[in-house]
């Protein structure tokens, strides 16, 4: 009778969770939680049916829940020394609670064989501090950005849905580990004791979700791209800028043979189709009619009474003496 009754408790502990985990994004807050939060005493012994029922049908939704909000900034700049922004830049991570992800600096050649610094930095700064930063950030350039995009994402709906589904899991996890207490035979224990170890891997999933979305809304991660000066400007000799005609040869170039390719592709894919069409079924079947006539013609003068040659030759009849 035990057994039936365990069997019983175990079914409908998995049902209320299935439906308290997709009936609602929203958080529910059940009678549980409600009185550990003012700081009551939870029941010291509660029918297992009435625990299930109440995790899955005594939820409230929470009318007004915290925005949680992802922001991500890219930029890039132009600045003297490059080494000495990421330097800048570094510091002021950790000026503002911060800390850098990772940052590179190398060289790179230009055309004219001068070698300059490149850098790039990503840090993760407080959400609430990263304008405040990029301002900062910006400010190591005399030149505006020649990229900057703010992104934010709104995750509360998932984060929510998240927090309700753990509060479900571990309340399912108490009711649970209630029973496994109370059972002494070996093959209830093991029941019981797997499907517990199923909701704790659950748990465990969850949690690592929720964390990452507190930090990622926590700390606003910023990646800035420094370029030097003599990166981004153009060649030039007195009032000449040779890097300008180069230019201006290469797009007439590119002109060029975007005409040729589109020209071949033409000709290729109509062109030369439709000129073997009409050889084929018009030029084609005209030459062989013409052909037929002539050689017919020729076989019939051949033939014809007082005529020297014979069918088939080509030679010219030889004059009468």
Do not use: H
């Given at each position: 009778?035990?057994?039936?009754?365990?069997?019983?408790?175990?079914?409908?502990?998995?049902?209320?969770?299935?439906?308290?985990?997709?009936?609602?994004?929203?958080?529910?807050?059940?009678?549980?939680?409600?009185?550990?939060?003012?700081?009551?005493?939870?029941?010291?012994?509660?029918?297992?049916?009435?625990?299930?029922?109440?995790?899955?049908?005594?939820?409230?939704?929470?009318?007004?829940?915290?925005?949680?909000?992802?922001?991500?900034?890219?930029?890039?700049?132009?600045?003297?020394?490059?080494?000495?922004?990421?330097?800048?830049?570094?510091?002021?991570?950790?000026?503002?609670?911060?800390?850098?992800?990772?940052?590179?600096?190398?060289?790179?050649?230009?055309?004219?064989?001068?070698?300059?610094?490149?850098?790039?930095?990503?840090?993760?700064?407080?959400?609430?501090?990263?304008?405040?930063?990029?301002?900062?950030?910006?400010?190591?350039?005399?030149?505006?950005?020649?990229?900057?995009?703010?992104?934010?994402?709104?995750?509360?709906?998932?984060?929510?849905?998240?927090?309700?589904?753990?509060?479900?899991?571990?309340?399912?996890?108490?009711?649970?580990?209630?029973?496994?207490?109370?059972?002494?035979?070996?093959?209830?224990?093991?029941?019981?004791?797997?499907?517990?170890?199923?909701?704790?891997?659950?748990?465990?999933?969850?949690?690592?979700?929720?964390?990452?979305?507190?930090?990622?809304?926590?700390?606003?991660?910023?990646?800035?791209?420094?370029?030097?000066?003599?990166?981004?400007?153009?060649?030039?000799?007195?009032?000449?800028?040779?890097?300008?005609?180069?230019?201006?040869?290469?797009?007439?170039?590119?002109?060029?043979?975007?005409?040729?390719?589109?020209?071949?592709?033409?000709?290729?894919?109509?062109?030369?189709?439709?000129?073997?069409?009409?050889?084929?079924?018009?030029?084609?079947?005209?030459?062989?009619i013409v052909r037929a006539i002539r050689r017919r013609r020729k076989n019939r003068k051949?033939?014809?009474?007082?005529?020297?040659?014979?069918?088939?030759?080509?030679?010219?009849?030889?004059?009468?003496?």
């Open positions: 009778m035990f057994r039936k009754t365990l069997s019983l408790l175990v079914v409908t502990l998995i049902i209320g969770l299935l439906t308290a985990g997709c009936g609602s994004a929203r958080s529910p807050i059940t009678e549980m939680d409600a009185s550990m939060s003012y700081g009551e005493a939870a029941p010291a012994e509660m029918p297992a049916e009435e625990s299930y029922s109440t995790v899955a049908q005594n939820s409230v939704p929470d009318q007004n829940p915290e925005r949680i909000v992802i922001r991500t900034g890219d930029m890039s700049l132009v600045v003297v020394d490059p080494s000495i922004s990421l330097e800048n830049i570094t510091r002021l991570a950790e000026e503002f609670g911060g800390y850098v992800v990772s940052a590179n600096l190398n060289q790179t050649t230009l055309e004219s064989g001068v070698k300059v610094p490149y850098a790039n930095v990503t840090i993760r700064v407080p959400a609430e501090e990263l304008d405040q930063v990029i301002a900062r950030v910006r400010a190591e350039s005399d030149q505006l950005p020649l990229r900057e995009i703010i992104s934010s994402l709104d995750v509360t709906n998932e984060y929510t849905d998240l927090q309700s589904r753990l509060r479900n899991l571990q309340a399912a996890e108490d009711q649970l580990q209630q029973i496994m207490d109370s059972t002494t035979k070996t093959e209830d224990v093991l029941s019981v004791y797997n499907e517990l170890v199923r909701i704790r891997e659950q748990i465990e999933v969850i949690q690592g979700q929720i964390n990452y979305y507190e930090r990622s809304a926590a700390l606003s991660s910023l990646s800035v791209e420094l370029l030097a000066n003599e990166a981004v400007q153009p060649l030039t000799i007195g009032s000449w800028e040779p890097g300008g005609v180069a230019k201006e040869a290469i797009q007439a170039f590119l002109s060029f043979f975007k005409g040729f390719v589109k020209f071949l592709i033409w000709l290729v894919l109509l062109i030369l189709p439709a000129l073997l069409i009409i050889f084929v079924f018009l030029v084609l079947p005209v030459w062989l051949a033939q014809a009474p007082g005529s020297t040659e014979t069918p088939g030759s080509t030679e010219p009849p030889a004059p009468k003496a």
